[in-house]
T-cell receptor, first 113, second 112 residues
């Protein structure tokens, strides 16, 4: 009965590789997000989709490309990984247009060597 | 635009009280409080909408002063389980852009 799930939980890879992270929510929410949390714990919004439409696209390198095949799924593909991409990536979802409580997935810990 | 949280860190003994502040340079529509334990995801605590409401959840409560553009989180009679990093997230309007602007967090450690 997991609300927001992400795979994989851990990802260790070499510089220059391409990798994907998947996110799924079973809460029936319309909006999903990708966040990057660096070693200093700063939560940086990267992207947000509402009903498969991109509504937030922060200043993120073009190497990062989100894809939302349906409103329950939001994937993140990263090309040509760099050392600075090492971080924890959180997926989140929300529904209520007024209160906007965000429910976070467990995170994907990415380490680029 | 990023809200400023203070203090950056606080250490308490079990049973002590703490206040965490979140201040914005812009007028706010809502303030959201989350707690993140080490190695885990942020977890929602409460939301305060403009109107100066005060909310509570057991021994954790919060206030929102719209005029001062700030919110405060009150932790009373702290428990070991309160340890973690507390984040405030702010929204400046109720539009379709659902972006929360997050503070840098306040690290709270509660010791026995």
């Amino acid at each position: 009965d997991t609300a927001v799930s992400q795979t994989p939980k851990y990802l260790v890879t070499q510089m220059g590789n391409d990798k994907s992270i998947k996110c799924e929510q079973n809460l029936g929410h319309d909006t999903m997000y990708w966040y990057k949390q660096d070693s200093k714990k700063f939560l940086k919004i990267m992207f947000s989709y509402n009903n498969k439409e991109l509504i937030i696209n922060e200043t993120v390198p073009n190497r990062f490309s989100p894809k939302s095949p349906d409103k329950a799924h939001l994937n993140l593909h990263i090309n040509s990984l760099e050392l600075g991409d090492s971080a924890v990536y959180f997926c989140a979802s929300s529904q209520d247009r007024v209160r906007e409580t965000q429910y976070f997935g467990p995170g994907t810990r990415l380490l680029v060597l | 635009q990023q809200p400023v949280q203070s203090p950056q860190a606080v250490i308490l003994r079990e049973g002590e009280d703490a206040v965490i502040n979140c201040s914005s340079s812009k007028a706010l529509y809502s303030v959201h409080w989350y707690r993140q334990k080490h190695g885990e995801a942020p977890v929602f605590l409460m939301i305060l909408l403009k109107g100066g409401e005060q909310k509570g959840h057991e021994k954790i409560s919060a206030s929102f002063n719209e005029k001062k553009q700030q919110s405060s989180l009150y932790l009373t009679a702290s428990q070991l389980s309160y340890s973690g990093t507390y984040f405030c997230g702010t929204r400046i309007n109720a539009g379709n852009n659902r972006k929360l602007i997050w503070g840098l967090g306040t690290s709270l450690a509660v010791n026995p």
